[in-house]
């Protein structure tokens, strides 16, 4: 659970660093934005997942990707709301971010397992 809790700062912080250029106090904001991000998917996701699921079935299934990408932002935003911080980042940034961020964590899931 600890080995899975800091693959996700661990790429949280190649998201901050090196996709959007975010530097100093990385360390918390990532493990900050890490809790919020569990606390989201856990009680936010499902209930999107179940709203969604027409336009999910009409995208065969593309739509999680851009839901999941909405929630990472939603956590972002909380995250600045939390840190007292304000970068404003794009949609496509978000994205970007996003999927750099399922792709570092997956790697070292597969890594460290």
Do not use: D, E, K
Request: a positive charge; zero cysteines; aromatic letters at 12%.
């Amino acid at each position: 659970m600890l080995t899975r809790f800091l693959i996700h700062v661990v790429a949280l912080l190649f998201v901050f660093y090196v996709v959007w250029g975010i530097r100093g106090g990385v360390l918390w904001a990532a493990v900050v934005m890490a809790l919020i991000l569990g606390l989201v998917n856990a009680i936010i996701r499902p209930v999107l997942l179940i709203l969604t699921l027409p336009v999910t079935i009409l995208t065969l299934g593309l739509f999680v990707i851009i839901l999941n990408a909405l929630l990472f932002g939603l956590s972002f935003a909380i995250l600045q709301g939390i840190m007292n911080v304000h970068f404003a980042l794009t949609f496509a940034q978000i994205l970007i971010g996003y999927l750099i961020y399922v792709i570092v964590s997956t790697v070292l899931t597969h890594v460290v397992h």
